[in-house]
């Protein structure tokens, strides 16, 4: 594994953390920091003993404030362009097209960038005093990792439309009742519920959580018939080993083994 200066990282029982430590900045993305989490998703991708991971901010104050402006403040429409395109393929969408599960503790603030990444992860989990937003168009821009898209298919476009456009933020309680977050809970719970969800997940059958990943994000991908991808993805199940062994285990009445296979 990597050493980071950004980034605590470690792995116990399946399970990785990604800490962003930046609590000084609360927690604020900048170049170093996202060139570090690629590198932190690309290690626990390829490490047989991850199965799925947990990402969340250090300290007790934000799970991810927003993006470094001071980094961008002297850009042009080229740069700007090409920051969100790096940041889309590099950390954004290599966390939504994860064949791993990714959890996003909420731990506090997840505004601009912090909540698209936490919108970018499979399920989101919010401790009671996190407070989310999209405050974009309060420096004249509009979100660039995926804010307008992602954001728009869990709370719906009237919901989307009036964070981004106000720029103000929502409660956790807020964002559990327009479906952007799965559960809220104290932050001293926090990540024993996300690694409590998560062992749940582990315990079923790898190949087949992959392909469940697969087939919902096929339900958003321009030009994919997302029908289409879960009937492939369906059939070639039976061809795994851990479809037999779920099998064997539901005749025998006992619980599967699955090894991935």
């Known amino acids: 594994m990597s050493m980071f200066e950004n ?38 991708f390829n490490n047989e003993k991850v199965g799925g991971i947990i990402i969340t901010g250090a300290g007790d104050r934000a799970f991810v404030a927003g993006a470094d402006i001071a980094e961008f403040a002297s850009f042009d429409s080229v740069k700007g362009e090409e920051l969100a395109r790096r940041g889309h393929k590099n950390v954004f969408d290599f966390i939504e097209n994860s064949n791993k599960p990714i959890i ?72 559990y009742q327009f479906g952007l977050v799965n559960h809220v809970v104290s932050q001293y719970d926090l990540l024993t519920k996300a690694e409590t969800l998560l062992r749940v997940i582990l315990s079923r059958a790898p190949l087949a959580l992959q392909s469940a990943i697969r087939a919902v994000n096929a339900s958003s991908q321009q030009g994919v018939n997302g029908f289409e991808e879960e009937i492939e993805l369906f059939g070639q ?19 599967p083994e699955f090894r991935g296979k």
């Open 7 to 44: 980034l605590l990282t470690h792995t116990e029982s399946g399970i990785h953390h990604i800490i962003i430590n930046r609590a000084g900045k609360l927690n604020a993305l900048n170049r170093d920091t996202l060139a570090e989490l690629h590198t932190a998703l690309y290690d626990a």
């Open 104 to 175: 996003a503790a909420i731990n506090g603030f997840a505004l601009g960038g912090g909540l698209e990444l936490a919108l970018a992860c499979h399920i989101r989990i919010a401790s009671e005093n996190a407070k989310m937003g999209l405050p974009e168009v309060t420096l004249g821009l509009i979100p660039g990792y995926g804010g307008t898209q992602r954001l728009t298919r869990l709370v719906g476009r009237g919901r989307a439309l009036e964070m981004i456009l106000t720029g103000d933020m929502i409660t956790a309680q807020e964002a």
């Open 237 to 255: 199940c039976f061809d795994t080993a851990d479809f037999k062994e779920g099998v064997d285990a539901f005749f025998g009445k006992r619980k």
